[in-house]
């Protein structure tokens, strides 16, 4: 397998998977402002789309996105237990969990911060709405070690990434107590330290 990544996107978190899970694969920065690979290819000849993540089987069959990607990776490993088994209630749970990271926190929070051009009162606007949001998933958290209980998922990698981005664009979660103890919590695992190693994030 194939990851196609930019340090610190969203592909961090299948990164964070793909390590947790212990399969092969290689990683291959996809930078997204040049989108030049290593060795000069154009991404765009790959992914016309651009953006990462980008997972490439060894037949050549690619996977986009993000929740997609790392529920595969988690079923070719089921005893890592990075997802419930599909058809469960919980693996409906995980998906949820998912979703509401990819819609609500991911593309409808973060994403317009670091748009080029968005207005300082379209900011304010969206840094209110995605707050009341973050401190909704701080009391998801109340109780728990993880988002689905005592057990790390590929949802938790998700919301680790993303929550992180938060230094980037000026909004401040060290008051959002559940939150901050999780995501210090995931930090210190050491396949997260390793794919933030592998990208660079961590010295």
């Known amino acids: 397998m194939k990851l196609y990544y930019s340090p610190g996107a969203c592909s961090l978190s299948p990164h964070i998977v793909l390590k947790e899970s212990g399969l092969a694969f290689e990683a291959i920065a996809a930078p997204t402002k040049t989108h030049k690979l290593p060795d000069g290819t154009d991404y765009y000849t790959i992914n016309p789309l651009g953006y990462v993540p980008l997972l490439v089987l060894d037949d050549g069959r690619q996977l986009r996105e993000g929740p997609a990607i790392v529920q595969y990776i988690a079923d070719q490993a089921p005893d890592k237990q990075l997802a419930p088994a599909n058809g469960s209630w919980e693996r409906y749970k995980l998906q949820e969990w998912l979703n509401t990271i990819s819609t609500e926190l991911h593309k409808g929070g973060f994403s317009p911060l670091f748009t080029p051009g968005m207005p300082a009162e379209a900011k304010e606007i969206v840094k209110t709405r995605l707050m009341s949001r973050l401190n909704w998933v701080d009391g998801e958290l109340a109780g728990k070690v993880y988002l689905m209980g005592d057990h790390f998922t590929v949802a938790d990698a998700y919301l680790f ?13 060290s008051g959002i107590a559940n939150l901050n103890a999780f995501m210090a919590r995931v930090a210190a695992r050491p396949a997260v330290q390793d794919a933030l190693r592998a990208e660079g994030l961590l010295k």
């Open 161 to 173: 990434v993303v929550a992180g981005w938060g230094k980037h664009v000026d909004v401040d979660i």
